[in-house]
């Protein structure tokens, strides 16, 4: 392949079709094929293709996945239908499946504590600390009156700026400080919010800390403004359980052992890091897919996760299990910073449907069925580790995506889904199976013993 022209200048500048063709001309081997690829994914409506592509700079194309949806979650007794954009097969399959089970054993139980989120003034300050503290006791009411054009929305919605803090960090840095400051956002995840009051109150503070008598020795220099994406009181609980006897699904397992044997997985993620990211992992499947179906931002819903997770100084497991007298509770704590209004919500037409979807919740409604999907997904993996082992599931869609790779046509799927429904399809004898039933050479390289 040429890899001559790589660099360029001033490509942002270039129309949206000179960007394409820039691409495929020197990127890719058969530039026709590309630029046809890259047709074949526009819109058919060049409004919503236009509002696509003004998501992002240099958009070239729109990249798919999969909408699936997962039916029959009970959720603090409402029936919710979950849409979960995801490309990892089975994982759609896994949330219905425990959505299908706990459906019939009282449902998800889902408790928000609080919305509240935090965005800091890094500054450092080589003064009085004391003065610094006085000076910031007096100029709270000019900071917040700073914010006021910016609030009024949200202060008349029940929101705004819930406290502010200093914080003297010197003993981790030399000089550092933040200011610390609380907001409730209600329905919005409030990013640009929290940014925009943080960078007016910043203006005040270098002021004021200037010409302040007690701190203008001290040299104040604001590092940065930014909300946190660690939100340890946007917290939501969600839990599951039943009688250890009503485990039973009727596939004629000893419930008493598969609820020890499930305990027992759980702790094993709660102790050993190794696993707990795994296990994490898992409980993410079903978090993202979801996360992501609503336009919201899925990276800082992982961050936030993971922090919470690792916030003892070990990294462990987001969910827990407890067997007493007779009750198998299983259950997960994460904060989740949601919005349910602003950002792409009003945007992306296919997450307007997700939400529609899901009746329009509200940003605390829809942490209860987020947590609940990340609840029921890291059920179903947890059932087949402890009792089929995993590979089971996962190996119908595995079949199904070797057998699209090798372009098969729908009656030799039909055919080798058949003959696979009672083996493990390994990538090579799933290839020689389908070239068995073509008529054509199997490659050497698959390595398969005929
Ligand atoms: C795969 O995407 C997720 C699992 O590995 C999660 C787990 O091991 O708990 C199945």
């Known amino acids: 392949m040429k890899r001559s022209n790589l660099q360029i200048r001033g490509f942002s500048k270039l129309s949206k079709s000179a960007k394409i063709a820039w691409l495929s001309q020197e990127h890719l081997k058969d530039p026709a094929m590309g630029l046809a690829l890259i047709a074949s994914y526009n819109h058919s409506d060049d409004a919503v293709q236009q509002r696509h592509d003004e998501f992002i700079e240099n958009t070239v194309a729109n990249y798919f996945l999969p909408l699936g949806v997962a039916p029959n979650f009970l959720i603090n007794g409402q029936v919710y ?4 954009a995801i490309e990892e097969s089975s994982v759609v399959a896994a949330a219905a499946k425990s959505a299908q089970f706990w459906m019939d054993r009282g449902g998800f139980h889902s408790t928000v504590h609080s919305t509240t989120k935090v965005g800091h003034i890094h500054f450092t300050f080589n003064g009085d600390a004391s003065a610094l503290a006085a000076l910031l006791d007096r100029i709270t009411p000019e900071l917040l009156a700073a914010t006021e054009g910016i609030t009024a929305n949200m202060r008349a919605r029940g929101g ?7 914080k003297d960090r010197r ?11 609380r907001f409730e956002t209600r329905d919005s995840m409030g990013a ?12 005040v503070l270098r002021l004021e800390a200037a010409t302040d008598a007690g701190t203008a020795s001290g040299d104040l220099e604001v590092v940065m403004c930014i909300l946190s994406n660690y939100t340890p009181e946007c917290l939501v609980h969600c839990e599951v359980r039943c009688a250890i006897a009503d485990l039973d699904d009727g596939s004629g397992m000893d419930v008493q052992e598969f ?6 997985a759980v702790r094993i993620a709660e102790v050993e890091p190794y696993r707990a990211t795994t296990h994490n992992k898992g409980i993410m499947n079903g978090i993202d897919a979801v ?6 931002d899925f990276r800082a819903v992982e961050a936030a996760c993971h922090t919470y997770a690792s916030r003892d100084g070990q990294y462990r497991s987001l969910t827990h299990c407890s067997i007493e007298e007779g009750e198998f509770r299983f259950w997960i704590e994460i904060p989740l910073s949601l919005g349910t209004v602003g950002g792409l919500t009003k945007l992306h037409p296919m997450v307007q449907l997700a939400l529609e979807a899901l009746g329009n919740p509200g940003a605390k409604e829809l942490m ?21 082992g995993i590979q089971k599931g996962h190996m119908k869609m595995h079949l199904l995506n070797i057998l699209n790779q090798l372009e098969a046509s729908d009656a030799e799927k039909a055919e080798l889904t058949a003959f696979f429904a009672d083996k493990v399809p390994h990538h ?7 070239c068995r039933l073509r008529g054509i050479p199997i490659p050497q390289a698959e390595g398969v013993v005929r």
């Open 368 to 388: 209860g069925i987020i947590a609940a999907s990340g609840l029921a997904q890291n059920f179903a993996a947890l059932r087949a580790l402890t009792t089929t």
């Open 171 to 181: 003993e981790a840095m030399d000089g550092y400080f933040q200011l610390e400051v």
């Open 428 to 434: 090579a004898e799933v290839v020689a199976a389908f």
């Open 81 to 84: 239908t979950l849409p979960m």
């Open 259 to 264: 609820a020890r044997k499930f305990q027992r």
């Open 192 to 203: 640009n919010f929290i940014n925009s009051c943080l960078e007016e109150m910043a203006k």
């Open 160 to 166: 705004g700026i819930l406290s502010l803090e200093l």
């Open 291 to 296: 996360v992501l179906a609503t336009g919201n």
